[in-house]
């Protein structure tokens, strides 16, 4: 008879991807809500150079909020999740938002907290409005056991959109414009793949 060492069961890994006004945030939030009401203990980390809303929430764009905690480094997750008991490692849940945003360490802490059994739920933008894959979010494509690909309402011709087309005073930007632009009108628009215009 072959027998198995008892193993510590590893944490799964939940990504919800997709382009800007895509509904994320509200996905990550409404998951993670459902763990809390099943008496899972929920800590939720964004970045801190995200700056929509409040410092001390994750916010979707419907008004949705959770509390979360700001964290300039990925590792600094690791500082919140080892303050927790050992033994509630299996009713915990870790959430991360705009994973996109975190330093290339994000992986790495994200690894090492499924290994410790605990479940996490991570949301990100897939592509940049270059059409450019991001970082992190690019990894967890691959490596998340669950993978949700959310689609925004093109503005232009009301179908699925998967693109994020950033305009500057209303005109489609181009590739190396600078990301912050002094007096510029900068906005976003979920397009479908026909109605975005990739940047030149
Ligand atoms: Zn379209």
Redesign the pocket.
Known sequence: MTTHEPKQRKGIIELICGPMFSGKTTEFLRRLRRKSFANQKVLIFKPSLDTRGEQSKVMSHDGEELPSFVVTESSQILDYVHKEDVEDHCRLVVGIDEVQFFDRNIMQVILEISEQGINLIVDGLDKDFKGDAFQNTDQLLVEADYVTKLQAV?T??G?D?SFSQRLINGAPAKKDDPIVLIGAQDSYQP??R??WIRPQ
Request: hydrophobic share 20%; charged share 20%.
């Open positions: 093109c232009i011709c179908r959109a397009r479908c026909t109605c």
